[in-house]
């Protein structure tokens, strides 16, 4: 078993001040992976401290360093790829083929969208031609805390240390501790890219513990969250004594819209994007609305396509999905299957306990439920797992209507060849990204929703501009 005690402080690999052991299980065995050490307030502090320490002189680095060195990063970051897909398949069970082509090269993907982002973006630049001698400055928010959820792990933790780091901030990253040993390596590599010291500190520790210790501290300037609902309201009232800035990326709960005109794979497309990460996305299409006409055809194709979605560990090669991260999760996913069939939704594909052949390990049969109605648990709650709730709709107003009626507001799916109705109903629903046809977002895009799904936007130059204060000079002497 591995041992991750340490921590990254201030540029070293130092012992915890207030530590505890914490076994990380693989999700596919439910044996213990690795030990890392819990860290308490102590621990924290001695980051946040680091950190605000290094802040000056970095955020007075001219930004084109900055850039340079998420360049670098990026560099080694890509070196260490196999081993940290290797990571992140042990700890939270994504399959090894999906971490290696999904799960890490998301990393990538963000970092070299940042520095491409930031070559064109003016830190200092005139109000305007009306105000010669007035200028707005972007400068770094100051210290932020960085709190990442296991399910996609150097997804997000990219998506906040890229941002901050070219924006000028410094930062405690707080990896879940459930997949910790991946942002480890990951801590590894900003050291071997040479950022100053204290400009980048990671401390492992639950939410209760160094979780609450960030965001309610004094000196951290920002918290970026990403994980469930409930935690980020914890969060957002525990930072609202210090009036820091609170930016979080949280649950969802998407409506898949699909039309009686939609292109043959619309249905196929929805359940595998479903079943992706073993249903663990927050922008999962887990709600399947498909108007009347070509509802009970599309109730069969689901059900032959869930039929073919496979089961296995995570460290074995292929297509399958692994296990889900932990048995919490898997106990709430058992708890929500049967709630849906006690309500009544008609259970179509997979169901309650393991898949056949799994005596261990937190593996979920692949389900699909049929004539869901909104107002059951299975439509209203995260699952968190792969459970697709189908439900069928006439007009397209009635579609509207019940993929808005949420408390969630991340990502929604429209699959129609009508133009103008693709054009109509991205403005009409209620979310902070629309994915129409099948066409993901392009490079750069932003990543964030509205309502209980958080606030704030990820990638891009809207996940710099998160980490940046705007300041409004007048009477700027030229020089």
């Not at 309610?216 to 525990?238: C, E, P, Q, Y």
């Not at 392009?442 to 940046?468: C, H, T, V, Y």
């Amino acid at each position: 078993m591995q041992e991750h005690r340490n921590f990254y402080i201030n540029g070293q690999w130092v012992a915890p001040l207030d530590g505890k052991d914490h076994h990380v299980i693989d999700p596919s065995t439910e044996e213990p992976t690795a030990v890392i050490s819990l860290g308490g307030q102590a621990d924290a502090d001695a980051a946040v401290a680091a950190a605000k320490a290094a802040l000056p002189g970095w955020m007075a680095t001219d930004p084109s360093e900055r850039i340079a060195l998420v360049e670098k990063l990026l560099e080694i970051y890509s070196a260490k790829a196999g081993e940290m897909a290797t990571a992140t398949s042990a700890e939270m069970g994504a399959p090894i083929d999906m971490a290696n082509t999904q799960q890490v090269p998301a990393g990538s993907w963000h970092l070299k969208n940042f520095t491409k982002a930031a070559k064109d973006f003016q830190f200092d630049r005139p109000l305007g031609d009306h105000a010669p001698n007035d200028r707005i400055i972007y400068e770094a928010v100051g210290v932020a805390a960085l709190i990442t959820p296991w399910n996609w792990p150097q997804n997000q933790i990219t998506l906040k240390v890229g941002a901050a780091a070219i924006a000028g901030c410094t930062m405690v990253l707080k990896p879940s501790e459930e997949s910790p040993v991946n942002a480890m390596i990951f801590a590894q590599a900003m050291d071997e890219a040479g950022f100053p010291p204290g400009v980048f500190n990671l401390v492992n520790g639950d939410g209760a513990g160094v979780g609450t210790a960030l965001s309610g501290h004094k000196d951290v300037d920002m918290v970026s969250f990403t994980g469930s609902s409930r935690a980020g309201t914890l969060i957002s009232k525990n930072a609202a004594d210090t009036l820091k800035r609170v930016h979080l990326e949280l649950g969802g709960k998407g409506a898949n819209v699909i039309f009686e005109d939609a292109d043959e794979k619309a249905v196929k497309r929805g359940v595998l994007h479903m079943m992706n990460n073993t249903g663990q996305s927050c922008n999962a299409p887990s709600r399947m609305l498909v108007q009347r006409g070509k509802y009970d055809a599309a109730v069969e194709e689901a059900v032959a396509v869930a039929a073919k979605v496979s089961v296995g560990p995570a460290n074995e090669e292929g297509r399958h999905i692994g296990p889900v991260v932990n048995e919490a999760q898997w106990n709430k996913i058992q708890g929500l299957i049967e709630k849906g069939i006690s309500e009544g939704a008609r259970l179509v594909a997979g169901g309650p306990g393991r898949p056949e052949g799994f005596n261990k390990g937190f593996y979920v049969r692949p389900t699909i439920f049929a004539d869901v109605t909104n107002d059951m648990t299975i439509a209203r709650e995260e699952i968190f797992g792969p459970v697709l709730s189908i439900m069928p709709f006439d007009t397209e107003e009635e579609a509207t209507e019940i993929a808005n009626d949420t408390v969630y507001g991340l990502t929604n799916y429209v699959q129609t060849q009508d133009p103008a109705r693709l054009n109509r109903m991205a403005r009409n629903l209620r979310s902070g990204m629309v994915e129409m046809n099948g066409t993901s977002r392009a490079a750069g895009s932003p990543f964030g929703g509205m309502k209980q799904s958080g606030n704030g936007r990820e990638g891009g130059l809207w996940g710099i501009e998160d980490f940046l204060e705007v300041k409004a000079v007048s009477g700027w002497a030229a020089e």
